[in-house]
């Protein structure tokens, strides 16, 4: 069965509207939860990291006022895009690493992605 | 910074055919090295995981290799499927996780 769930999957709205979406961990805590952005023919990019009870840590170039992260508690991390435009027209997608993900030995779960549409 | 690039863009081959796919990056200092697909519109899936000490991995007809010193990976798929058709991302990890592109693959019946 899935271990990540990520809500919605499919969002269509208008230019200024703010998306929430949700990722899950169904089967174990997770400190730790990352953010992708994939646009069309390009690679997954991470957005940020995003650490429970902490701040969340963004890469180069993510804005992170536009991009907010809450990661509410072990299992639920959130990300809201605020105010969306044409240009936040993405797939973004979740991953939820283990402890022996974040040494290197063994693969994270990923989300089923959610697919951004602005008009 | 680490660039992870993979060449062709897209690949097609009649059912049957063995065939590899590449990947390269450009820093060695990683801890592993893993095969993903990806459904049109769909989440990823892990095939496969190297870490970097080791030459290769295998899972029925998937079989990756990994030449960290040149800095390359290959994904050998062994007698393709039409269900094998995807997207075929290649990611290195050191503390976080560098894709390339992917490689879609069709494999035509």
């Known amino acids: 069965g899935a271990v990540v769930s990520q809500h919605p999957s499919w969002v269509i709205c208008k230019s200024g509207t703010s998306v929430k979406i949700e990722c899950r961990s169904l089967d174990f805590q997770a400190t730790t939860m990352f953010w992708y952005r994939q646009f069309p023919k390009q690679s997954l990019m991470l957005m940020a990291t995003s650490n429970e009870g902490s701040k969340a840590t963004y890469e180069q170039g993510v804005e992170k006022d536009k991009f907010l992260i809450n990661h509410a508690s072990l299992t639920l991390s959130t990300l809201t895009v605020t105010s969306a435009h044409p240009e936040d027209s993405s797939f973004y997608i979740c991953?939820?690493?283990?402890?022996?993900?974040?040494?290197?030995?063994?693969?994270?779960?990923f989300g089923d992605g959610t697919r951004l549409s602005i008009l | 910074k680490q660039e992870v690039t993979q060449i062709p863009a897209a690949l097609s081959v009649p059912e049957g055919e063995n065939l590899v796919l590449n990947c390269s990056f450009t820093d060695s200092a990683i801890y592993n090295l893993q095969w993903f697909r990806q459904d049109p519109g769909k989440g990823l899936t892990s095939l496969l995981l190297i870490q970097s000490s080791q030459r290769e991995q295998t899972s029925g007809r998937l079989n990756a290799s990994l030449d960290k010193s040149s800095g390359r990976s290959t994904l050998y798929i062994a007698a393709s499927q039409p269900g094998d058709s995807a997207t075929y991302l290649c990611?290195?990890?050191?503390?976080?996780?560098?894709f390339g592109k992917g490689i879609t693959l069709s494999v035509r019946p």
């Open positions: 990611a290195v990890f050191n503390s976080k996780l560098t």
């Open positions: 991953s939820v690493p283990t402890a022996t993900s974040l040494e290197g030995n063994q693969p994270q779960h």
